[in-house]
Every structure is written in structure tokens, then in C-alpha cells.
């Protein structure tokens, strides 16, 4: 893949000769090449000018070559006028128009004899959908070639006159045709984060697993829930036949929930006589604690009895009809139809998805740098974007023993059924206070022997390799603590292709030493 990759970008550089003084660029005036031509790099809000033109001399017709990209996509203006406006401290402005670029991107202009003098270049492209006012000032007919300084801001506006310091020559065709983009690092708040595993599972209150409450058979006269079925709360799940032995079957269910009913009821009185004969002075104070705790036990077995009877219930077969307990879909099937089941045995199990829990797995060295109230976002393979937890759940007090891991749970809202139980998550958890941070995308930081470098444009088509050193990383971007001032220009996108063109240079120069 390299190669063919390699293999392209040189005939690239074969093909776009455009920009530095070949015969293969048509457009490139003959004033250029009598003499040095003036190189001039501007950046306004929304666009990127890169233009040459031959020092301009009083009495004669003067040429630009002019290349213009936006600077949202980095790609070339490919169509509408372009209008020069010339003005200087004293007479007329000249306006010129070039009605349309020449090739995607390129325009050319000639503007007519001039006076000596400064004067300063409006350029005003007013292609469809896209408007925008670009100044150039010391622009100087005879004399010096120009009088802006080497790089000047003015306004929003910021302008290198010359090749710029870089020793890196990308092309604007290269840097078009190879999908490149230049940003500046962007300053926005970052807390650190900690890269952990994750699991989505259940919620504690949002999973049911139904079971037999007695033994029977699974009836065949009404299909199972199948697995992926959305059932509603109270919606039969199975039918159980009573078993051929007598004292099965709901008849089975309804001594077994009658007797537990009369145990309590005896457990309730005898604990009320015991309190009486206490407060009498007749029985003992242990009397009572050994009626208080048959009371507990008998309660204890009633109550899964009565939760039965009201999820439970019979039909006009005598059959004992199965009900979901919650809504939800059937995430497993554990019997079938005509199938002997015993009381206790699991049928199928329901699983609200409607919200998710994220169990992480933080290591045991991250422990310490997790605040009281950390905040997660991840990511799950195979689904595009990333994902918010809603709220933390808990923090586990120790590690396993096994994994040395603290496990830490987040709720996550899931109303569109996206995430399934089971899935497993890249989780990064906040670690810190956040603070303002100067930042880039991943993508524009390329490692050479553990040190990490971008590439900064200098001017139009000049690039320097500039070593930086990372910080914190979150949601695709990293920060840059140290390289970089914030002002600079950084490949964003397309990196690669740079560092392909500083190689390809120094194959080029036998004698060229190593970028350090």
C-alpha cells in the first residue's frame, strides 16, 4: 500500500510542476522568468492566497499568478471571478477582473502600467457560495520588490512575503490533488482522560430471569418467546402443564402458596401473644426474639409466593400461565415446548434495553487519578462516533483479585436500541480538572523513534518538520504542550504525504543532511 502510495505522490511531483518555474506550467507569465519572481502568502478567515508576480516596474504591464484555496476543505476555488483592486495614497484605484480561474484554483491577471509608488493589492473573490475580501499592502512598483515584512498580521489577516523558512517544497496542485488540510491548533478545554475496557451489561433493575414456580411440562399449545421478541409487562411468556403425578401443576402451586399463607398468619399471632405475655411479666424477653424471628422466616417464604401468584395464574385447562414481569426482549431461551421443567428452572430471560449499564474495568495504576465524580465517554466496535454515559452508578472499594482492576459502572441512556448487552466498549473516563489546552487532531502528529513531530506551513508551499511534545489525548485530539505556540499553521490531514515529499527530496540531494 506504501508504495502504490509512493509511486503516485512522484508522479505527482512529475505532473505538478506548476509552481516551480518549469516549462510544464503553462500560465506561468515570462516576467517570472527573466528575473526572481515575488512570492506572496496570505490567510484570511476563509481562504488561503498563495501568489507570484515579477517585481513590478513603473511604465510596464504587471502579471499575477494567483492560487486560492478554502480553507475549510483545503481543495482549490474552482470557479467565479476574481477582481484585483490596486490602490494607492494618491490617484484612482485600478481594478482588474479575472472572470474565472484558469485551471481549478489558479487565476492570472495583468494589470496595466503604474506609477511608482506603494500601493495595496484587495483581492475580492465572489465565486458562488463563496465571498471574501483578502488585503495585501506594500505592493511597490519600482524600488524594492515589496515592503511587508517577512510574516505581518493585520486585521484577520496574516501575510508571508517570500519562500517562507521552510525547507519542504509542496506544491499547491501537490497539496490539492493528495486531500490535504492546514489548520491552526485550537485552544479548548481537556481533563485528561484514562483508557480502560468496558462491557455493556444490564441494569440491576431492568433484567428478569422467569422461572417455573412449579414442576410441570412446558404446554405446546402456545409457542415460546423467541429470542429478539419485544414482550410488555404482564404478556404471557409459556404455558406449564400440570404434571401427570397428582399434587403438580398449579393445583401443586396453590397448596404450596396456601400453606405458606397459614404459616404466616400462625408466625403473626404467636408473635403478638409472646409481646403480650411480655409486657405482662409472664414470658421472657427471649420468648419473644424466637417469635420475631419465625415471623421473619415465615414472611421471607410467603413473599416470592405472592409475587408468583400475581405474575402467575391459571387457565380454563387447569394450565399455570407464565407472565413477563417486565417489559422488555428476550435476550435468552433456556427450554422449549413439551419439555418436563422443575420448579425454580429458568425459562427465558428479558432484558429492558431502553438504558444500559457500562461496567469498566479501570487498572489498579489509574485508581488513584480517578476523581470523586468522573464522567465517561466510549466507544463500541462496529458502531460509528462515540458515546456519552449519563451518570456514574458506583465505584467498587477493591480490586479483583484476578484482573486487578476496580470496577466502575455508568448508566447510559439507549432509547434507539443501538447498544446491546454484551457489547464491549473502549471506555475513556475524565481524570482531573479540566484546563485550557492547546490542541491538534491525532491525525497531524507523525512519530519518528518515540518523538512525536507535525508539519508547519511556512508559506504557500514551503513546510518545516517541527517536534512537538503531546499531553493529554480526548475525542481524537491531543494536546500539544510543548513545539508549538498556537499561531502556526499545521498539516491536519495528509501528513504522510509531506513527509513522503522531505524524503523524496533528499533522495533528490545526495548531499543533504539529516532534519533534526
Known amino acids: 500500500m506504501k508504495r502504490m502510495i509512493w509511486l503516485l505522490l512522484t508522479a505527482v511531483f512529475l505532473l505538478a510542476t506548476g509552481c516551480s518555474g518549469g516549462s ?7 516576467e517570472l522568468a527573466e528575473e526572481e519572481a515575488v512570492q506572496v502568502t496570505a490567510w484570511s478567515v476563509k481562504s488561503e492566497l498563495f501568489m ?12 499575477f499568478l494567483i492560487h486560492l484555496s478554502r480553507l475549510a476543505d483545503g481543495k ?3 470557479e467565479g471571478p476574481l477582481k484585483l483592486v490596486l490602490r494607492s495614497t494618491s490617484g484612482q484605484p485600478v481594478t482588474v477582473v479575472a472572470p474565472a480561474p484558469a485551471r481549478p484554483g489558479i487565476y492570472q491577471a495583468e494589470i496595466s502600467a ?10 475580492l473573490p465572489e465565486g458562488k457560495g463563496f465571498v471574501d475580501r483578502i488585503e495585501i499592502p506594500g505592493i511597490q512598483v519600482g524600488g524594492a520588490a515589496t515592503a511587508a515584512r517577512a510574516d505581518e498580521s493585520k486585521g484577520d489577516h496574516s501575510i508571508v512575503t517570500g519562500e517562507g523558512n521552510g525547507n519542504i517544497v509542496f506544491l499547491k496542485e501537490q497539496q490539492w490533488s493528495l486531500d ?3 489548520r491552526q491548533p485550537e485552544s479548548r478545554p481537556m481533563s485528561g482522560r484514562i483508557v480502560a475496557s468496558g462491557e455493556m451489561v444490564a441494569a440491576a433493575n431492568a433484567e428478569a430471569t422467569v422461572s417455573s414456580p412449579v414442576s410441570g411440562v412446558l404446554s405446546a399449545a402456545r409457542p415460546l418467546a423467541h429470542v429478539g421478541k419485544r414482550v410488555a409487562k404482564g404478556e ?3 404455558l406449564i402443564d400440570p404434571p401427570v403425578l397428582s399434587g403438580g401443576g398449579a393445583g401443586q402451586f396453590s397448596v404450596v402458596h396456601a400453606e405458606a399463607r397459614n404459616r404466616a398468619t400462625l408466625a403473626q ?3 403478638e401473644r409472646a409481646q403480650r405475655l411480655y409486657e405482662a411479666k409472664i414470658a421472657s424477653r427471649k420468648r419473644v426474639e424466637d417469635a420475631e424471628a419465625a415471623l421473619d422466616s415465615a414472611r421471607a417464604a410467603l413473599t416470592p409466593l405472592d409475587n408468583a401468584a400475581i405474575a402467575f395464574g391459571g ?9 413477563a414481569p417486565l417489559s422488555g426482549s428476550v435476550v435468552e431461551v433456556m427450554s422449549g415446548p413439551g419439555k418436563g421443567i422443575e420448579a425454580g428452572q429458568p425459562i427465558v430471560r428479558i432484558v429492558n434495553p431502553a438504558t444500559l449499564w457500562l461496567r469498566t474495568s479501570l487498572p489498579a495504576v489509574d485508581a488513584g487519578r480517578l476523581p470523586p465524580q468522573p464522567s465517561a465517554i466510549f466507544t463500541v466496535a462496529g458502531q460509528e462516533g462515540s458515546f456519552k454515559a449519563d451518570r456514574l452508578v458506583s465505584v467498587g472499594d477493591m480490586l479483583d483479585p484476578q484482573s486487578r482492576t476496580l470496577p466502575v459502572i455508568f448508566s447510559v441512556p439507549n432509547p434507539d436500541a443501538r447498544l446491546k448487552v454484551g457489547m464491549f466498549a473502549t471506555v475513556a473516563l475524565s481524570a482531573g480538572v479540566e484546563v485550557e489546552a492547546l490542541t491538534l487532531p491525532v491525525e497531524a502528529l507523525m512519530e519518528d523513534e518515540g518523538r512525536f513531530f507535525v508539519f508547519v506551513q511556512t508559506s504557500g508551499e514551503r513546510f518545516v518538520r517541527q517536534e512537538v511534545r503531546v499531553g493529554m489525548k480526548e475525542e481524537g485530539m491531543v494536546q500539544i504542550v510543548k513545539g508549538l505556540s498556537g499561531h502556526e499553521r499545521v498539516v491536519v490531514k495528509g501528513a504522510y504525504y509531506v513527509k513522503q515529499a522531505a524524503l523524496a527530496a533528499k533522495k533528490e540531494d545526495p548531499h543533504a543532511g539529516h532534519a533534526h
Open 24 to 30: 510544464g506550467k503553462e500560465k506561468q507569465p515570462e
Open 52 to 63: 507570484e508576480y515579477a517585481p513590478l516596474r513603473p511604465g510596464k504591464k504587471g502579471s
Open 76 to 78: 482549490p476555488v474552482s
Open 114 to 123: 503604474l506609477a511608482a509608488g506603494s500601493y495595496t493589492l484587495e483581492l
Open 180 to 182: 490535504t488540510l492546514v
Open 236 to 238: 404471557v411468556i409459556a
Open 269 to 271: 399471632q404467636e408473635h
Open 315 to 323: 387457565d380454563d385447562s387447569g394450565r399455570l400461565v407464565v407472565r
